[in-house]
């Protein structure tokens, strides 16, 4: 088969992850690398499949060939950064952002993915920092809102972690973690009954929505 034999395998692959059907890409991606198992767009697309299905560990060995064709390509160490934070391993995590990072200072999935990873480590000022980098250059980014949100709450900064939350639930209203998070931050404080309506939010927005499912069951059983 040709080369564009394997990209169509690819394209579609692709078209199927961006509806959510990883399972499905998956198999045409390793259509691809059968047909040849060093192509490198095959590697990077097969990594970011694994890592929707949670099997970050078996994505490395697929994300670490790419990076042996190149090891400064940008999308292949935000990649690899991703499964390392995946498999917990936070310290090697950080080490590959910033590599990705010194390519492209100011990228949005680098930088909350690092102060995610700060944040595991109980580095909640360092993390801050990466969430406010993100804002130089999208004041409205509503993910690094959040996550600056759960370090705010860890430094015991309430009043401006609920500022933060408040913020990303504004420009994002529907998006059931920013809701599922500030429900979590509520029941934390005692505040069980808000909690819970913001559990029901989510399920009228996502009914399976297992974490929220999950949390709804935990609330109702405080006395």
Do not use: W
Request: charged share 30%.
């Amino acid at each position: 088969m040709s080369e564009n034999d394997i990209d169509s395998l690819i394209d579609n692959a692709v078209q199927l992850a961006d509806q959510g059907q990883y399972e499905e890409a998956l198999e045409l991606l390793q259509k691809a690398l059968e047909i040849d198992p060093n192509y490198f767009r095959a590697l990077i697309n097969i990594t970011s499949a694994l890592n929707a299905l949670d099997r970050y560990d078996k994505a490395m060995p697929f994300i670490d060939k790419a990076l042996l064709q190149n090891p400064k390509d940008f999308d292949a160490l935000s990649r690899k950064g991703f499964s390392l934070e995946g498999m917990q391993e936070y310290k090697k995590a950080i080490q590959v952002f910033d590599k990705a990072l010194e390519f492209d200072p100011s990228d949005d999935f680098s930088l909350n993915h690092k102060g995610a990873c700060l944040c595991n480590l109980e580095e909640y000022e360092k993390a801050i920092g990466c969430f406010d980098k993100v804002f130089e250059s999208d004041p409205r980014q509503a993910l690094a809102y959040s996550n600056k949100a759960i370090a705010l709450f860890n430094l015991k900064r309430d009043d401006e972690g609920y500022n933060c939350m408040d913020m990303a639930i504004r420009i994002e209203p529907e998006n059931p973690l920013f809701l599922q998070n500030k429900a979590i931050s509520l029941a934390d404080i005692g505040k069980i009954d808000e909690a819970l309506e913001l559990c029901n939010t989510i399920l009228e927005l996502e009914p399976d929505y297992e974490d929220a499912i999950e949390l709804k069951k935990e609330l109702e059983s405080i006395d």
